[in-house]
C-alpha cells in the first residue's frame, strides 16, 4: 500500500504526499523509515526514488529533522554522513 502512495512526478516526486502539514518533509521521512525498518532494500527503485527525495530536502522543525535524520541513518549512513550531521 505504501508504495502506490508514493509521488511519481513534481516537487515531491519520490516522496509522499505531506497531506497540506506544517512538517515539510516528515511524512515522507516516516514512510521511508517504515519500509526501512521492515527489511525494504535501498537497491530498490523505488526507495531509490525516496531517499532521492529525503536527501534534496532541507528539514527545518525537530519532527521532520528528527525523521530526516533517522530515515538515513537506516538507509545508508556512510553516504549520507554530512547530511545526517546538518540534521
Not at 514512510?31 to 530498490?44: I, M
Amino acid at each position: 500500500f505504501l508504495y502506490s502512495e508514493q509521488e511519481n512526478n513534481g516537487a515531491n516526486r519520490g516522496g509522499w504526499r505531506e497531506y497540506e502539514t506544517a512538517y515539510g518533509c516528515g511524512s515522507s521521512a516516516l514512510v521511508t523509515l517504515a519500509l526501512l525498518s521492515a527489511q525494504e532494500r535501498t537497491s530498490d527503485p523505488r526507495m531509490k526514488k525516496a531517499l532521492d527525495y529525503l536527501r534534496r530536502t532541507r528539514p527545518v522543525k525537530t519532527y521532520e529533522i528528527a525523521l530526516h535524520c533517522m530515515a538515513l541513518c537506516a538507509a545508508e549512513p556512510n553516504r549520507d554522513m554530512a547530511l545526517i550531521r546538518k540534521d
